[in-house]
């Protein structure tokens, strides 16, 4: 049975690498050029400059069994596929279609119980190159005073923008808080108690970029949201949080794993091999 269709998104290889320059503790810099994280959840084929990108629901959570997968993937027969795109090369391809026109489907290969997790085989060549990865790890110096938000949110106080003169925080990261402007609204003054409303803490759009003012002896916030042009007391811990700058996150530092899932050589069209 097929447990999911997955349209296509075709993509230059070539396109998914960025280059950015990285500066370390010691004073120097680097450049790197290295792919985006796109090219884990692209299934491709090594000696092809095409990635496709499955764009369906869940199943970008499919995760690798390279021994007994309860599922595998297959060229879909529905309509929206266009098998005669097999027979063109990549650059045509890529030139002059706008719009997705591949597919495949997810399905599988024995019966799956409720609550099993679905696994397919990446391919041999990601199975290879994730097992040297493991092998060979070490942590990059750029990676050297990398601390996660996930870490600074269990710390029980935050620091004032004060306290930070002396102590900053990593510069990958900034402080917002959960307040609802839209009930806020209500009020005229730029300067009002936090109010937990319903759902507060549900919706990640109440969670706005502030600077930490001040803290009292009872371990209240007050903040203030240069955007809303607001200041809002009585902040308990709970409310603050820290996040990553967009691309700041573990899984965007140097030398993070990056590898295509394979399509089988048997499925690959011979006119994409390129490389």
Request: aromatic share 16%; hydrophobic share 35%; glycine share 2%.
């Amino acid at each position: 049975d097929v447990i999911a269709p997955a349209p296509l998104l075709h993509i230059r290889r070539d396109d998914s690498v960025i280059k950015y320059e990285a500066e370390f503790d010691d004073g120097t810099a680097d450049v790197f050029s290295v792919y985006q994280l796109l090219l884990n959840y692209c299934f491709s084929h090594p000696r092809s400059s095409l990635l496709l990108y499955p764009y369906s629901p869940v199943v970008n959570y499919i995760n690798h069994d390279g021994k007994e997968p309860n599922a595998f993937i297959r060229w879909s027969d529905r309509n929206h596929h266009k098998s005669e795109w097999k027979n063109r090369t990549v650059e045509d391809i890529l030139l002059n279609e706008t719009h997705p026109g591949l597919m495949l489907e997810f399905v599988a290969a024995r019966d799956i119980d409720a609550g099993e997790e679905i696994f397919i085989n990446y391919g041999k060549a990601w199975e290879e190159a994730w097992n040297k990865y493991v092998k060979d790890w070490e942590s990059h110096p750029y990676a050297k005073n990398y601390i996660p938000p996930s870490t600074l949110n269990e710390h029980p106080t935050v620091l004032t923008s004060k306290e930070q003169e002396d102590h900053p925080y990593p510069e990958d990261v900034f402080i917002s808080c959960y307040v609802d402007f839209e009930a806020a609204e209500r009020y005229s003054r730029s300067i009002y108690k936090w109010i937990e409303t319903e759902g507060l803490f549900d919706r990640q759009t109440n969670s706005h970029p502030c600077e930490i003012i001040s803290r009292d002896a009872l371990g209240f916030y007050t903040a203030k949201f240069e955007f809303f042009r607001k200041i809002v007391y009585g902040l308990p811990r709970k409310a603050v949080e820290f996040s990553h700058y967009p691309y700041a996150s573990d899984q965007f530092l140097p030398y993070a794993f990056r590898h295509e899932m394979e399509i089988p050589d048997e499925m690959f069209p011979e006119k994409w091999i390129d490389k």
